[in-house]
């Protein structure tokens, strides 16, 4: 649990208020217990609004170490009962005694809330972070919408069928002539068998989806493009035409296109690849879900800002209730407009099943780019940054020589990236780059390293098993890592080179020649006396200061080795 993670961090002389985060909050009593219930009503309300967490009552927020735990008397069965008595609707918590550091806390836990809740003067807040900003009327209104699962997007206009606009729906049929399914049929069918089909009518009228993709506002953009040399340069292409949203979605995808330069490389095999300095799938997957997942109470347009070398993407409101950028890979879906993904899965514009943020990460990383970067500007807009410039073509075509399954799987290509960037790693230290457990990582680093796939090796350390790239990849990715390499042979032939000249080695020397750690320098030594290339020297049987020579097996001055 978090909070006792961070109480065993306090009393190690870390202070509570550096462990805060969007799930776990400190507080320290009051005088009086009327003041204490109303900072842990506003608290509790805070943490229900997001996604829930934990209070800790009895600790100072700015005293480091065991002299921050102060202690509370406050009953836990009165915190559940008035915070579920001051809150509406009434918010259900556990409360309970916790002894730490001879001193008692009391541990409130919050759930996050199936509705927005406010206090009895409807007043509420929402952690972002580490903190609990209000929400305004609009705000309250649009999470209460999500809590409830209220669609926006499902709800009938005051637009007829007949107000649709023609080259949208020219559009459409030109998506569902592409797939080879029933889909294709409705491409030949009446506009208002096409719309019906779709699922934008009801009671004779457009839902909002179809409105959004078939009419748009004759007053606001559905989209606004620009293009620039440098990313704070002047515009040099502009598009913020009020269109509907399916026009404004192809011509911007057109426009990022144009805009952008093609690099080709030619693969072992002799097929040529053609990469960009955004692959197409991550532009239509982060264009796609601004489109479809934004909150359309909100006026503003999506925002796509190009340069070559970075393309971002702002999407009008947060993020649903339960997803954050620290799990937005895995969190199950939630669509806020469900009626609008629904029809844009029936044109094949979004995926049926995720939200396309995976396919964002595969694609940008199988061109050894960094992976999207993606933030939230809680409750204003959800901003999705992919990282431009030429491809890496030795990782391109490193990937592109993978199984598909392995090219196609997301965390694969995370694991890759990151050791790109370090020669070793450990399950716990990716677990947060790939967003899932430490045993779903070690699972995934195990299977990588199964035959079929052949792209690490595991190497034993103090502390338990990390991960390096296999002999076969390190050949491969050498002149794309961030850091220096040697292959086991070149490092054998120089330890032989250097007993040959110096007649001794030891663990330590091995260590500064080479940059390893205690642990790679002694299963170095232990590989090369087990083939008696080297023997240990005097009677010391452990230790690093061991001295090592050479063996029955050391190569003679001109053999190979």
């Known amino acids: ?87 509406e609707p009434p918010l259900v918590v556990t409360a309970f005694d916790h002894e730490h550091s001879g001193k008692r806390l009391v541990i409130v836990g919050v759930s996050e809330g ?18 609990c900003r209000p929400l305004t009327i609009s ?50 069918a009446t506009t208002e068998d096409l719309l019906g089909d779709l699922g934008v009518i009801r009671d004779g009228r457009l839902v909002r989806a179809g409105e959004i993709l078939f009419i748009g506002s004759s007053e606001r953009p559905p989209i606004v493009y620009v293009f620039r040399d440098t990313p704070g340069g002047e515009a040099i292409d502009e598009y913020r035409d009020a269109v509907p949203g399916l026009i404004a979605y192809r011509e911007v995808i057109a426009r990022i296109q144009r805009n952008s330069s093609p690099t080709t490389i030619t693969l072992p095999d002799g097929q040529q690849l053609v ?10 997957e982060a264009l796609s879900n601004a489109l479809l997942h934004r909150d359309y109470r909100q006026p503003e347009p999506v925002s796509v800002d190009h340069s070559p070398n970075v393309l971002s993407f702002v999407s ?38 995720s939200r396309g943020v995976d396919r964002m990460y595969r694609e940008m990383l199988k061109l050894g780019k960094q992976p999207p970067h993606i933030t939230e500007d809680a409750p204003f ?35 890759l990236f990151a050791l790109t960037q370090r020669s070793m790693v450990s399950a716990s230290e990716l677990a947060p780059l790939l967003q899932r457990s430490e045993n779903a990582t070690q699972a995934v680093l195990q299977r990588m390293s199964d035959p079929e796939i052949e792209m690490l090796a595991p190497q034993s350390r103090k502390g338990g098993t990390a991960w390096q790239l296999s002999q076969r990849a390190l050949a491969e990715l050498r002149t794309a890592l961030a850091y220096r390499t040697v292959t086991q042979d070149e490092m054998d032939r120089k330890i032989i080179e250097y007993v040959r000249e110096k007649r001794t080695i030891d663990n330590r020397t091995l260590r500064i020649f080479f940059d390893l750690d205690v642990n790679g320098a002694a299963y170095r030594l232990r590989t090369l006396v087990g083939a008696q290339i080297l023997e240990k020297l005097g009677t010391q049987e452990r230790g690093p200061g061991i ?5 029955v097996n050391f190569p003679a001055e001109g053999q190979s080795e």
Not at 114 to 125: H, I, N
Not at 177 to 183: A, K, P, W
Not at 547 to 551: E, F, L, S
Request: hydrophobic share 40%; proline share 6%.
């Open 381 to 415: 807009s959800v901003r999705v940054e992919l990282t431009g410039g030429a491809p890496n073509q030795v990782i391109a075509r490193f990937v592109a020589g993978l199984p598909v399954a392995a090219q196609e799987d997301v965390d694969v290509m995370l694991v």
């Open 114 to 131: 199936m509705e927005m809740v406010s206090d009895t003067r409807g007043r509420a807040s929402r952690r972002i972070g580490k903190e």
């Open 316 to 353: 009008p409101g947060p993020l649903v209730p339960g997803v954050t950028p620290e799990n937005i890979l895995h969190a199950p879906s939630k669509p806020r407009n469900a009626q609008l993904m629904r029809v844009a899965r029936g044109l094949g514009l979004a995926e049926e099943l």
């Open 275 to 284: 990469l960009h300095d955004f692959p197409l799938l991550a532009i239509r």
């Open 547 to 551: 001295q090592y020579g050479p063996g």
């Open 1 to 87: 649990m978090e909070a006792f993670d961070a109480l065993r961090a306090i009393s190690n002389g870390a202070r509570a208020d550096d462990l805060e985060s969007e799930t776990l909050e400190f507080k320290q009593a009051a005088d009086e217990e009327g003041e204490t219930i109303r900072a842990l009503l506003d608290a509790a309300i805070c943490l229900a609004n997001a996604r829930g967490g934990a209070i800790v009552l009895g600790l100072a927020d700015n005293v480091a170490g065991p002299s921050g735990f102060v202690g509370t008397t406050i009953d836990p069965y009165q915190v559940r009962k008035r915070l579920h008595e001051l809150s």
């Open 139 to 188: 705000q309250a209104a649009a999470l209460q919408d999500d809590r409830r699962r209220f669609d926006w997007s499902a709800e009938v206009s005051d637009r007829d069928p007949d107000s649709v606009q023609a080259p949208a729906v020219d559009a459409s049929r030109t998506m569902l002539g592409r797939f080879e399914d029933e889909r294709r049929a409705l491409a030949q």
